[in-house]
């Protein structure tokens, strides 16, 4: 006996209604299943996002946060209380001696990366507060004698008792910094107008300098390798002064072309004319058009200094013509001459470069590598010239501080950046400084005096906070939309890096690291630990942390942190989106096992 509905055109309503809801069902768990790939696949990693997620209301459905299971890191040996990862001198050895490339960024690949803490020196205490850093540091903090053995006279700097002294001596200047740089201003009267704000010091010692520079309104980045010479970079950092772990030998610094105002070598000790001029190309790259390139040292004066530079007064007159011969094809002139001192200046159009020809030395770059490129990127025995659809030269810009909030021409070079875009941030920033002064209100103080934004855009962050008494080292991501010319042309400092990889410092550099949704930016290469511990390594005993982000991943960042010995506390936004919260954490201070018993 038949059922009723198994008649004819029953069975085909039936179907009727299950194909439909079927599919529905099928594309429902597809969702879902997309979804929660999206939140929960891989907990130890960060979700990918290209963008920085647009805040949404507090009314919205809040999505749970990633959960990851407590874990606590223990501490590394001793032997790593100056652990610079990529620059690690235990691993030269494996790396070639052309051109000193062995003191390049060599990172150890992920199954060697540390997943430890790195403990202070025995004795370490919280620093100098600036400005009396810029003079003296505690023995402990950094503790080496061979700059204060083999430099004595040259009055780098003086140990007495428990102190480091930085009386602003140098080897070109044994009369004090400030008597240099004087005459320097005088060669060069844009230092003091404002024209000149930016300037990098390659072979910086102890970065003395960039040191007298911020006195006179001048953002020095002051640069040199881990060598020999035992924590020249680590020695500025601890005054409070701008450095970062860095040489000229086969690939480009990781700055953007047309960047700084002026660059300065005293006696660095860099072959300026050896291998086809390379290095000076690159000096050409990142200096913006008509700013200055200055050298105290050999040749410079050969012909009162010779003597004492174990050569001849022939072969130094030869060396100073070579030079002057190889800056005027790369189209600079001799802007200015005294004692010591030599200041060359960068053409400030593009005439001369108009004048070179296909068999010109050094001959223009053809435009098969971008020439802001500069993360990992060989250095081209070629010249760069300057784009001419935007104003770079030096004297276009506004005078410092009025071009802090100008918005610059190259804005409209980043992938949706205009001038509205660039006021907005501004503005976006300096409500958020507000807000976090209320959090955390040693910002602003002299507690804090080294302080990173670890993912900008347009230097917003620093900009608000100009007026306070410390330097931001502003960083682009090398993977994100290059905005890091934007930040120099604002008269602010900077550099490119990838955050899956150390950055170029000593530890302990940093009194305060912010970022802002830098774990969901960089969801789909980086591994949330290893950036904490990154993080950790840089960042100085009792110093803070600012991390804005995604309320997804604020509580096993909280995890995470604690098990790095961190204190952190979520916070609202400046507008109390349930979306994104702020973590601010404070670094403990403890001292390793070893060196307690």
């Not at 593009?350 to 050094?362: E, F, G, V």
């Not at 205009?418 to 300096?430: L, P």
Request: proline share 7%; net charge positive; glycine share 6%.
């Amino acid at each position: 006996m038949k059922k009723k509905d198994s008649k004819p055109g029953a069975y085909h309503d039936k179907r009727c209604r299950v194909v439909p809801m079927t599919l529905m069902v099928i594309a429902l768990c597809g969702i879902s299943f997309y979804l929660g790939g999206i939140y929960y696949s891989e907990k130890n990693r960060i979700v990918k996002k290209d963008a920085r997620p647009a805040v949404q209301s507090s009314k919205e459905t809040a999505v749970a946060s990633l959960q990851i299971k407590a874990v606590e890191f223990p501490e590394c040996s001793t032997d790593y209380q100056d652990f610079t990862p990529c620059t690690d001198p235990k691993r030269w050895r494996k790396y070639g001696n052309y051109r000193l490339s062995f003191m390049e960024r060599h990172c150890p690949p992920m199954n060697e990366r540390k997943e430890c803490l790195v403990p202070p020196p025995d004795g370490y205490k919280p620093p100098i507060r600036w400005p009396k850093s810029k003079d003296q540091c505690w023995y402990r903090n950094v503790p080496y004698d061979w700059i204060n053995n083999q430099k004595a006279n040259q009055h780098w700097l003086r140990k007495e008792g428990d102190r480091f002294f930085f009386p602003g001596g140098g080897t070109m200047f044994p009369n004090g910094v400030s008597v240099y740089v004087d005459l320097m201003q005088n060669l060069i009267p844009g230092m003091k107008d404002g024209t000149v704000r930016t300037a990098i010091d390659t072979g910086c010692g102890v970065a003395s300098w960039g040191g007298d520079l911020l006195d006179r309104g001048i953002l020095t980045v002051s640069l040199a390798p881990r060598d020999n010479h035992e924590a020249q970079v680590q020695f500025a950092l601890e005054r409070g002064i701008p450095a970062i772990l860095g040489i000229i030998s086969t690939q480009r610094l990781p700055f953007p072309s047309n960047s700084f105002d002026m660059a300065h070598c005293s006696r660095c000790l860099i072959p300026w004319t050896e291998f086809d001029g390379i290095y000076l190309l690159e000096i050409h790259r990142i200096l913006r058009p008509g700013g200055f390139w200055v050298l105290s040292g050999p040749p410079v004066n050969y012909e009162n200094r010779w003597r004492g530079w174990n050569t001849t007064v022939e072969e130094q007159k030869a060396d100073f013509d070579k030079l002057k011969k190889l800056l005027t094809s790369m189209c600079f002139k001799l802007y200015n001459k005294k004692d010591d001192i030599a200041v060359w200046q960068k053409s400030a159009d593009n005439s001369c470069y108009d004048q070179l020809t296909a068999s010109s030395y050094p001959a223009k770059c053809d435009d098969s590598m971008d020439p802001d490129s500069a993360w990992y990127t060989p250095l081209r025995t070629c010249l760069t010239i300057p784009s001419q659809t935007y104003k770079l030269g030096l004297t276009s810009a506004p005078k410092w501080p009025d071009r802090l909030r100008v918005p610059p021409e190259r804005t409209s070079t980043v992938p949706g950046g205009n001038s509205g875009g660039f006021k907005h941030d501004d503005s976006k920033w300096k409500v958020r400084i507000k807000h976090y002064k209320t959090l955390l209100p040693a910002l602003g103080s002299d507690k804090i005096r080294n302080v990173m934004d670890m993912n900008t855009l347009y230097g917003g962050f620093a900009a608000a906070l100009i007026s306070s008494p410390l330097w931001v080292m502003n960083v682009v991501s090398s993977y994100g939309p290059n905005s890091l010319g934007v930040v120099y042309d604002r008269g602010l400092i900077g550099m490119y890096h990838d955050w899956c990889e150390p950055f170029s410092t000593y530890p302990r550099t940093y009194d305060l690291l912010h970022l802002d949704g830098l774990f969901t930016a960089e969801s789909h290469r980086c591994e949330m630990k290893y950036v904490l511990l990154e993080m950790d390594r840089i960042l100085r005993p009792d110093g803070y942390a600012i991390i804005r982000e995604s309320s997804y991943f604020l509580d096993a960042i909280a995890t995470i942190a604690k098990g790095m010995r961190w204190n952190c506390n979520k916070h609202s936004t400046e507008y109390n989106l349930d979306k994104e919260k702020v973590l601010i954490c404070q670094k403990k201070l403890w001292y390793a096992k070893q060196s307690q018993q």
